[in-house]
């Protein structure tokens, strides 16, 4: 884990070197901090959760985007406080705890894996889609792009979209196959993240973007799932990643007509 960067104010970004993953820690004027997708590796947690606390900020929660296992990772300094996300997932942490440990990524770095955290809870609501808690005011955008449930934060104040996996600059739209309209669902989600006006994007996986580079990768993901159904790749600069293409191929196999 590198350093934490502050992005927006109070929004600080840390990125992992295993497929450019980030963290975010968003920190209320009391010094209480929200921990976003904590990742990857063991010693990368560890890091992220002793700096937060070497800066004089308390972690009130742990907030994962979705269900995969690189969104639900814990470490000592984070272990025991409160997991939120959008919702119950249907996949168990062994399961989570297996595809971590086939990873290939993960097993090139050498080092030891975060733990998969035991429990990921329904968040607490001030309003239907505002998280209730001792910090900024966040905005919670469920959707059932990329995984069900998938809720990206958003937060009005700085104008930072949290976008979890999705808006990435290095990864092309990932469909979540088992749903019954992948490619629906994928531009709902899209449509929804574009709702807020956000002026800084931090996607789960990716370089952290400005307003332009928001609208950039919108009209990116659109014009790839637009090429998809008709049963291309269209000139996505994306696929030159051996496993998005090989995804890709995939998502082709399964949606593409
Ligand atoms: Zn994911």
Not at 39 to 58: C, F, I, P, S
Not at 62 to 86: E, F, K, M
Not at 91 to 99: I, S, V, Y
């Amino acid at each position: 884990m590198r350093d934490l960067v502050e992005v927006a104010p109070g929004v600080h970004v840390a990125t992992s070197r295993v497929y450019t993953t980030t963290s975010t820690v968003v920190v209320g004027a009391v010094g209480s901090c929200l921990v976003v997708d904590p990742g990857v590796t063991a010693r990368e947690v560890d890091g992220l959760a002793t700096t937060v606390r070497e800066r004089g900020w308390t972690p009130v929660a742990v907030w994962s985007t979705h269900a995969h296992w690189d969104h639900v990772l814990d470490g000592p300094g984070l272990t025991g406080l409160p997991r939120w996300s959008g919702g119950a997932a249907s996949t168990d942490p062994e399961t989570l705890a297996a595809e971590r440990d086939a990873d290939p990524e993960l097993a090139r770095t050498g080092d030891a894996p975060a733990p998969i955290a035991a429990l990921v809870a329904p968040y607490p609501r001030r309003a239907p889609d505002l998280l209730d808690w001792d910090g900024p005011a966040v905005r919670v955008l469920v959707h059932a792009a990329h995984a069900r449930p998938h809720a990206a934060l958003f937060l009005p104040d700085a104008g930072v979209l949290v976008a979890g996996d999705m808006l990435s600059d290095l990864e092309i739209p990932l469909l979540d196959l088992t749903a019954d309209d992948p490619v629906g669902d994928y531009l709902a989600g899209l449509d929804l993240l574009a709702s807020t006006g956000a002026t800084v994007v931090v996607p789960g996986h990716g370089r952290v973007g400005g307003a332009d580079e928001l609208r950039r990768r919108l009209a990116a993901d659109r014009a790839y799932l637009a090429a998809l159904v008709s049963g291309s790749a269209g000139p996505d600069e994306r696929l030159a990643l051996p496993w998005l293409a090989q995804a890709h191929a995939a998502q082709l196999a399964a949606v593409g007509s």
